[in-house]
């Protein structure tokens, strides 16, 4: 996985460790620590133990480091279980900074992963697993009996998936940036493969998988853009093997043929099946079976019973799941504690970045958090009970964009919240920023009265992505905060616009579009981006969202095909965001029906657009007048 973002900018992080931006509740270690422990044994006031076996119930014998304060304790326990390797030097750094502060840190590697044995799926064995790890932590030497756990993406889904289990010992958990059920949140969004993710994920988690089968002796580190060859275009490490630029294989069909590795006998689709067979699991489980619901957190939130500190991201690929996360507990969860107990904080970036700089902004000092040392004060507070400024903190805390200050609420979304439509019309010619295309509080818009819009999109010239939501480096694909301009110039890119805005306008909660559209095909995308126009011209997006429309009813059990030429109101989901559209600024929105290589290319045919592999152009419409009124759908603040 990424070792180190800022040190390597390497494409894919997902590591469960306190210099991590994505794979951790961290941001920052603690200063004056002893060097990184690299043998078991005393430290300065810490016991280090690596490589520790946990039995599984199976007979498998994961391994754990395990960092114990000096003392005669007990103590609670902190567990990170992750498919990252447990001593890259971040996860390490991190045991010392949280047994210095008085817990049992346990960093231990899953299943199949680095120093585990055994077979990695994802998802597949962590509710077995994460239940028999949280109840062999717990009889640690010096432990208390209270179980923590800790870190994001797929660390985040690891404690998910154990609290559903609901180990005696487990008494929180804390998940950052990580999903709420894996075909709604982590494969697919609204029906649409995240083709840039599983494949780059594919890339980085070949090489431990190569490494595990076939004994190289290399650690695998991920996706690395800079070592780059410039003649061949492959990722190498000298005298060992090469991993694919997902670049080069984004627009090959079908997408089995991805393929993530080129040293014989792992490249193609035959390295796939011997090493990622998931990937190819996930291609074949295009809508949600039983594949997917068998690991689904949000089909019953009664299972969680443990206090939760949800940590999301306004530009992060899991956002939604985040925030359905802390509703579904704090209505449905199995417990009081559970419920009345379970916190959500909201940061900029997420797997698009950390710190101030989110994609190609910088929202200022505000913006870094120390999110490793929040998860502490929070156990502090929920295992100690020690009083600090994150146990008085309101239940949720979010970074509010375009002011870049900190906000609090007792729910979310904020209860004074209120809807407000935004209309969209034209004069018969939105397509591009250059078009007619506006946006109006207005039903009804004499000046702009044509009756809809169109645009033809051509699966071999989607729009490109332009920031949001992507993981993780953003070398590649520009992640987080980016300029929209050079897709708004675009005809397959239709562009509504209000006039400059009198006072500031606070949009705070979920977004959506309500709109009225056809198409010339059985199938097609609509894909809408929220954006904030500054008074000099320049822009750059908010909140994005995609609706599949064989999915159009939102039931992604089964797909339903359009007829062509009838008109369908759809709702697409755009997530939600917190950002204050300044006076002088613009509210604009894009609509399109490509975002690619974000979500994978919809054909526009009765193919499975993950296994077909012929497409079709198809002209879709979008209507606004008095009988169809699209609009986009705000959550906005009383000033």
Avoid at 419 to 431: D, F, P, Q, R, T
Wanted: proline share 8%; charged share 15%; with cysteine.
């Amino acid at each position: 996985m990424l070792r180190s973002i800022k040190k390597n900018r390497m494409l894919l992080a997902l590591v469960a460790t306190a210099s991590m931006v994505v794979m951790s509740c961290s941001r920052k270690t603690a200063t004056n620590i002893p060097p990184p422990a690299n043998q078991s044994g005393n430290h300065p006031g810490i016991q280090v133990q690596l490589n520790v076996p946990a039995p599984m119930r199976d007979g498998v014998q994961l391994r754990a480091d395990v960092f114990t304060p000096d003392g005669p304790g007990p103590f609670p326990v902190l567990l990170s279980r992750t498919p990252y390797d447990k001593e890259t030097p971040g996860t390490i750094e991190s045991g010392i900074a949280g047994a210095e502060q008085g817990f049992i840190m346990v960093n231990m590697d899953v299943r199949g992963r680095y120093h585990s044995p055994g077979f990695w799926a994802p998802f597949k064995y962590e509710i077995n697993d994460g239940y028999d790890s949280v109840e062999w932590a717990a009889k640690l030497p010096k432990s208390d009996g209270k179980v923590g756990m800790w870190g994001g993406s797929y660390v985040g889904a690891t404690q998910w998936l154990a609290a559903v289990s609901d180990p005696p010992h487990l008494a929180g958990i804390c998940p950052e940036v990580t999903a709420q059920d894996y075909y709604k949140d982590w494969a697919y969004q609204n029906g649409a493969l995240q083709q840039w993710f599983a494949q780059s994920w594919a890339t980085q988690t070949s090489s431990d998988a190569l490494w595990q089968q076939a004994n190289f002796t290399f650690t695998a580190a991920g996706y690395v853009p800079s070592t780059r060859s410039p003649e061949t275009g492959l990722l190498t490490r000298p005298g060992q093997t090469s991993m694919t630029d997902p670049l080069n294989y984004i627009k090959v069909l079908p997408l089995s043929n991805y393929t993530t590795l080129v040293t014989p006998p792992s490249a193609g689709n035959a390295g796939l099946k011997a090493l990622e067979p998931w990937y190819l699991d996930w291609l074949a489980h295009p809508s949600d079976d039983a594949y997917w619901q068998q690991w689904s957190i949000s089909k019953d939130y009664s299972r969680i019973h443990v206090p939760a500190f949800i940590i999301g991201g306004w530009y992060d690929l899991f956002l939604g799941g985040s925030l359905e996360n802390y509703e579904g507990v704090k209505a449905h969860g199995g417990s009081a504690d559970a419920r009345n107990d379970v916190r959500l904080m909201i940061e900029p970036g997420g797997h698009s970045g950390s710190g101030t700089k989110v994609g190609a902004f910088d929202l200022g000092p505000n913006a870094a958090i120390n999110a490793f040392q929040m998860m502490l004060d929070w156990y502090k507070h929920l295992f100690l009970g020690q009083t600090n400024a994150v146990s008085q903190w309101q239940p949720v805390r979010y970074f509010q964009m375009g002011t870049n200050v900190w906000q609090q609420s007792s729910a979310w979304p904020p209860p004074q919240v209120g809807a407000v439509a935004y209309y969209l019309h034209s004069a018969g010619k939105a397509n591009t920023d250059s078009g007619n295309g506006s946006l109006s509080a207005q039903v009804n818009d004499p000046n702009a009265n044509a009756a809809s819009d169109r645009f033809v999109y051509d699966p071999a010239d989607p729009a490109p992505t332009l920031g949001g939501s992507m993981c993780c480096d953003g070398a590649d694909v520009p992640n987080g905060i980016q300029d929209q301009r050079p897709d708004e110039s675009r005809p397959d890119v239709l562009v509504f616009t209000t006039p400059a805005l009198q006072k500031n306008l606070d949009v705070t909660g979920p977004v959506s579009m309500t709109l009225y559209v056809s198409s010339s095909t059985p199938d097609t995308d609509f894909t809408a981006v929220l954006v904030d126009v500054a008074p000099d011209g320049s822009d750059h997006n908010i909140a994005t969202g995609i609706l599949r429309m064989r999915y159009r009813d939102q039931d992604y059990t089964k797909a339903t095909f359009m007829t062509p030429g009838q008109i369908y109101k759809i709702n697409v989901d755009i997530w939600a965001t917190s950002n204050v559209f300044l006076a002088g600024h613009r509210l604009r929105v894009d609509v399109s029906s490509s975002n690619f290589p974000r979500w994978d290319r919809n054909l526009n045919t009765q193919e499975s657009p993950e296994s077909g592999s012929h497409f079709v152009n198809a002209t879709n419409t979008i209507y606004h007048d008095a009988a169809h009124p699209s609009s986009l759908d705000l959550p906005v603040m009383p000033q």
